[in-house]
């Protein structure tokens, strides 16, 4: 049984930063491509980093370019979502996702869907 844990999630003033962890299990996880998402109250989901299983290629979406890093650790199968100068307008819940591929990150996140999904974990920005 697949499983995709979040973790890292919490209340943080602007400017700060958090360190998200997505854990897997039930998977062979070098065969797999990771991406984050988020979804605002009262809409879907919005794609927001992506790495590959393979050559850690990465994307970003504009909204986080620059502010967020995205990294794999395979010996933990774990991947994080490292977010710094964070913004109100980056409050969501924060979902990580998971696609046997093996494109390159840009690819991952523009061309396929995930196969499975955790439940999410909480990242409110507020003062």
């Known amino acids: 049984q697949v499983q995709l844990v979040e973790s890292g999630g919490g209340l943080v003033q602007p400017g700060g930063s958090l360190r998200l962890s997505c854990t897997a299990s039930?998977?062979?996880?070098?065969?797999?491509?990771i991406g984050w998402f988020r979804q605002f109250p009262g809409s879907g989901r919005e794609k927001v980093s992506g790495?590959?299983?393979?050559?850690?290629?990465?994307w970003y979406s504009d909204s986080v370019k620059g502010r967020f890093t995205i990294s794999r650790d395979n010996d933990k199968k774990t991947v994080y979502l490292q977010m710094d100068n964070l913004k109100p307008e980056d409050t969501a819940v924060y979902y990580c996702?998971?696609?046997?591929?093996?494109?390159?990150?840009?690819?991952?996140?523009?061309?396929?869907?995930?196969?499975?999904w955790g439940k999410g974990t909480l990242v409110t920005v507020s003062s």
């Open positions: 996702g998971a696609v046997a591929t093996t494109a390159q990150g840009r690819g991952v996140m523009l061309y396929y869907d995930m196969e499975h």
């Open positions: 039930g998977l062979t996880w070098e065969h797999y491509a």
């Open positions: 790495i590959s299983c393979c050559d850690h290629t990465t």
